[in-house]
């Protein structure tokens, strides 16, 4: 227990958020602080930070990346992903993102999307994929996370979880470097920038579920996205953890979840200007 009370302004923030998690989901809403709906799955979420913010935190640890990390000199794994990466992103539904695609040349088997689209594909995840429509998968999935902000709504509950060290406003006040690292691990990117938060399995299975449904519509055979997660299942290293092996649904359970939604994604799948099934191999 805390012999210090926090000052009244944080002890009135407190009060807010906690009425802001208790009402988002009923139908009373605190416009003041954001409550927001996942695009695709309308899902109710809080979100404490704002979008610009969580954008600007986006591009200057994306950049950070870039500068530390090798890219890839593989012409041909460069050009595969930023194809997949122009074809999710056409039918993502976010004008406002400036997208960018990156292989970094790396064993880890791994990939991430930043807030405001900055994309970048670890050259280990590739053999995995397989075809195009495997790495569609991964690039989709990784894309479904930034869209639904899922990287803001941990770094909120982080705040909140954190109000007894008055912390409310601790993504904005950190240090440049700090957020950086701060929205890295929200973001499950690169772990030398800082501890992993896994993703919740919520997280996890609607990033999945966004995710085949924006591979199915840029035109890749949704019925890779249970085929891929077996695969995967067999061949992850044990090296540096992916993002989504964090948080463990079984690959059994997201496969049969994945099955469940193929109707539902082939009919995208079908409607697609361009269907490209599984494309190129990436190997
Ligand atoms: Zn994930």
């Not at 704002?50 to 935190?57: G, H, I, T």
């Not at 501890?195 to 966004?210: F, T």
């Not at 079908?270 to 490209?276: G, I």
Request: hydrophobic share 40%; proline share 5%.
């Amino acid at each position: 227990m805390s012999t210090q009370l926090p000052p009244q302004i944080s002890r009135l923030r407190w009060i807010l958020i906690v009425a802001m998690l208790l009402s988002c989901g009923s139908s009373v809403t605190l416009v003041m602080l954001g409550c927001q709906q996942v695009p695709m799955t309308n899902r109710k979420q809080v979100l404490l930070s704002s979008e610009a913010s969580e954008n600007a935190m986006g591009l200057t640890a994306y950049q950070e990346v870039l500068k530390s990390e090798p890219l890839t000199k593989n012409e041909k794994a460069i050009e595969i992903v930023r194809r997949i990466g122009q074809r999710i992103a056409a039918v993502a539904n976010r004008p406002d993102f400036e997208w960018e695609f990156n292989v970094i040349e790396s064993d880890t088997q791994n990939a991430f999307c930043l807030p405001g689209g900055k994309v970048a594909v670890y050259t280990g995840i590739l053999p995995v994929c397989e075809n195009e429509a495997g790495l569609a998968v991964v690039m989709s999935h990784e894309v479904a996370h930034a869209i639904a902000r899922h990287g803001g709504e941990r770094m909120t509950y982080q705040t909140a979880q954190n109000l007894g060290k008055s912390a409310v406003s601790y993504v904005m006040q950190k240090q440049e470097e700090e957020k950086q690292k701060i929205v890295l691990a929200a973001y499950g990117a690169a772990s030398e920038y800082g501890v992993i938060l896994p993703y919740s399995r919520k997280h996890e299975m609607e990033a999945d579920q966004i995710g085949i449904m924006l591979m199915a519509k840029a035109g890749y055979d949704p019925s890779e996205a249970p085929v891929f997660w077996q695969r995967f299942a067999t061949a992850k290293t044990g090296a540096a953890p992916m993002e989504w092996m964090s948080t463990h649904p079984s690959d059994a359970t997201r496969s049969a979840a994945l099955r469940e939604l193929l109707p539902q994604a082939m009919e995208y799948y079908e409607k697609a200007s361009e269907k490209v099934g599984l494309g190129e191999s990436v190997q």
